[in-house]
């Protein structure tokens, strides 16, 4: 069975655009949540959707925003980038019937220029 | 606020030896999940172990075990038997309770196994 799947692995961007992170969940799970993680840092919870519904979010700016798929899939946008995005996104996936433990993908290097 | 606190930046551990990760949280649930994830420096971030709240028991998976103190609010990891593959960032992170799906992590404490 494929694990998470992010894409793309990495990404340059220039301050001020636009990006959109994307994410696939292990099949039959129907929970994802988005990470920020800086270089030498824990990761940072930024959303979490279940059903298609947000059931989470972290303190983050407007800026920041997600959805998620009727196939489970999710996107994380993020808008007005600034030098401080840069970082590795992780997208995780859950089960309830697995004590939520979180299943990562490889995540998506973000450089914003 | 829920809260995970890692004291230790970094830790050495001579090979075949063991080692204890220090982790306290703070939260006022009854019931959360607390787990230890392991991220190499290939980045990914890998499932170590899991105890519950209310698991009497601590949990061990092979050579990792979670040295669970409620009262004290602890919940350390303790590696036996140290191998020079198990260099790498160790995270602590606790599951909120009461039907809540967010998880937060600690700061990590980057382990070097020496030879």
């Known amino acids: 069975d494929a694990g998470v799947t992010q894409s793309p692995t990495h990404l340059i961007k220039t301050r001020g655009q636009q990006v959109t992170l994307r994410c696939s969940p292990i099949?039959?799970?129907?929970?994802v949540s988005w990470y920020q993680q800086v270089l030498g840092q824990g990761p940072q919870f930024i959303f979490q959707?279940?059903?298609?519904?947000?059931?989470g979010r972290g303190n983050f700016p407007d800026r920041f925003s997600a959805r998620q798929f009727p196939n489970y899939s999710s996107e994380l946008n993020v808008n007005a980038l600034l030098l401080g995005d840069s970082a590795l996104y992780l997208c995780?996936?859950?089960?309830?019937?697995?004590?939520?433990?979180?299943?990562f993908g490889s995540g998506t290097q973000l450089s914003v220029l | 606020a829920q809260k995970i606190t890692q004291t230790q930046p970094g830790m050495f551990v001579q090979e075949k030896e063991a080692v204890t990760l220090d982790c306290t949280y703070d939260t006022s649930d009854q019931s959360y999940g607390l787990f230890w994830y392991k991220q190499p420096s290939s980045g990914e971030m890998i499932f170590l172990i899991y105890q519950g709240s209310y698991d009497e028991q601590n949990a061990t998976e092979g050579r990792y075990s979670l040295n669970f103190q409620k009262a004290r609010k602890s919940a350390n990891l303790v590696i036996s038997a140290s191998q020079l593959g198990d260099s790498a960032m160790y995270f602590c992170a606790m599951r909120e309770g009461n039907g809540g799906f967010k998880t937060i992590f600690g700061a990590g404490t980057r382990l070097f196994v020496k030879a």
């Open positions: 959707y279940y059903e298609k519904e947000e059931r």
């Open positions: 099949s039959g799970h129907k929970s």
């Open positions: 995780a996936s859950s089960s309830p019937f697995a004590n939520e433990k979180l299943f």
